[in-house]
């Protein structure tokens, strides 16, 4: 199985913008569609970002649209997500996950998940 280990995260200004970066392991990166999630304290886990295994198909969040850029980089086996214009309202622990079939925005079809990294935008 594959195991994924997320980074990136930190304190920053609203306006800002941060750089996540989900390393891969254990399994050929390229075999799996990956996605980014979050969750703000007392709030349900959501959907941020997903990329398909070649990289050439992206989906957004209708919140993240537009500041958001998720992609990949299977010879380096890693997945990213530009956060640019940041809000408060983007705090939250970031998460990236991979799945084995299909692509796409259901949080119950990925089955490996990364420990998450902290976000924290302040206004």
């Known amino acids: 199985q594959v195991q994924l280990v997320e980074s990136g995260g930190g304190l920053v200004q609203a306006g800002e913008s941060l750089r996540l970066s989900c390393a891969a392991s254990?399994?050929?990166?390229?075999?799996?569609?990956m996605g980014w999630f979050r969750q703000a304290p007392g709030k349900e886990r959501e959907f941020v970002a997903a990329?398909?295994?070649?990289?050439?198909?992206?989906y957004y969040a209708d919140s993240v649209k537009g500041r958001f850029t998720i992609s990949r980089d299977n010879a380096k086996n890693t997945a990213y997500l530009q956060m640019n214009s940041l809000k408060a309202e983007d705090t939250a622990v970031y998460y990236c996950?991979?799945?084995?079939?299909?692509?796409?925005?259901?949080?119950?079809?990925?089955?490996?998940w990364g420990q998450g990294t902290q976000v924290t935008v302040s206004s």
């Open positions: 996950a991979a799945r084995t079939t299909g692509w796409g925005h259901r949080i119950d079809e990925y089955g490996y």
């Open positions: 254990g399994r050929t990166f390229s075999n799996y569609a």
């Open positions: 990329i398909n295994r070649s990289g050439g198909m992206t």
